[in-house]
């Protein structure tokens, strides 16, 4: 009996190992970055050569500073989850923090507004149009992601 249930927990240990070396899967890339629905816009809007050059440099700015924007965001959440497991709480500067962090928040997405607006600027009146049509698709699916993001840090 006892060999049967020593041969039943090592059956398990091999199992558990084995499912554990399973490769995880590669989260996507995000839908601002250089993915498939992005180039399709791009074939879409049949830009010239120098808008190209101009939306890629517009998008490679962007991107650099949205990277900085979103780790100050960070570290101001580690800071505000520092201060509020502190025994004493500093109320003034919990508050000051929430309000820096929405501030970020805010400036963040009046840059990708921005950014869009720019883009929006250097197309032809056909090119808005298809530009403008994408729109709400590429919002949904950032609200997904977004959301997505939020329940997997819960």
Known sequence: ???FVSGVFFLALILSLQLNAQPRHQKRAPAHEDGPGNKKLMEQLNLTDQ???QVSKLRSEHQLNMIDSRAEIRKLEVQLNDEKRK?????EKILSLTKQIGEQKADLQTRSTQMW???YNLLDEKQKEIWKDHRPERKMRHERLRH???MDRQ
């Open 1 to 3: 009996m006892k060999l």
């Open 51 to 53: 808008q190209e050059e």
């Open 87 to 91: 025994k004493d709480l500093d109320e």
């Open 117 to 119: 607006l720019n883009v």
């Open 148 to 150: 997505k993001r939020l």
